[in-house]
């Protein structure tokens, strides 16, 4: 039992370490989807917190840690939590486009669904299978 809650607090530490370095993005990005991931790293560093201090609390009750050392680690804790709160709050601002970005790609999902995937070559605007000028641009569309 001691092992296994060792291990468990092993994992977690480590976890709540390099976790945000494992959230990354690998691919080219745009400026906007750099803001996202920032503010999804911020937002996982908050519940990381909120994890640890939860975990702090169950170490306390478990009498693993001292009074003290509680006091200590869960003050430490909750100014770090408030500073990330912060700066989600500053990202959130920072990032107004957000939400208009999404509701922009889920409008072209929908119109890509309704125009069953085919694309103007000139303009690139979705359009029916059966149309033979782009509504866009008027350019003739090949038969397919
Ligand atoms: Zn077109």
Wanted: charged residues 25%.
């Amino acid at each position: 039992m001691d092992t296994i809650l060792f291990w468990g607090i092993a994992l977690g530490s480590t976890a709540f370490i390099f976790w945000p370095f494992w959230q990354k993005p690998q691919e080219g990005k745009t400026g906007a989807q750099n803001g996202n991931a920032r503010l999804q790293e911020l937002m996982t560093m908050r519940d990381n917190i909120l994890a640890a201090l939860k975990d702090l609390e169950f170490d306390f009750q478990m009498g693993k840690i001292s009074q003290e050392d509680y006091q200590e680690l869960t003050d430490q804790y909750r100014r770090e939590a408030i500073a990330v709160l912060k700066r989600i709050e500053a990202a959130n601002g920072a990032n107004p486009r957000l939400q208009k970005i999404e509701n922009e790609i889920r409008t072209l999902r929908q119109q890509k669904r309704s125009a069953g995937g085919h694309y103007c070559t000139q303009c690139g605007a979705p359009v029916n299978k059966m149309d033979r000028f782009c509504s866009q641009c008027g350019h003739k569309l090949k038969d397919e």
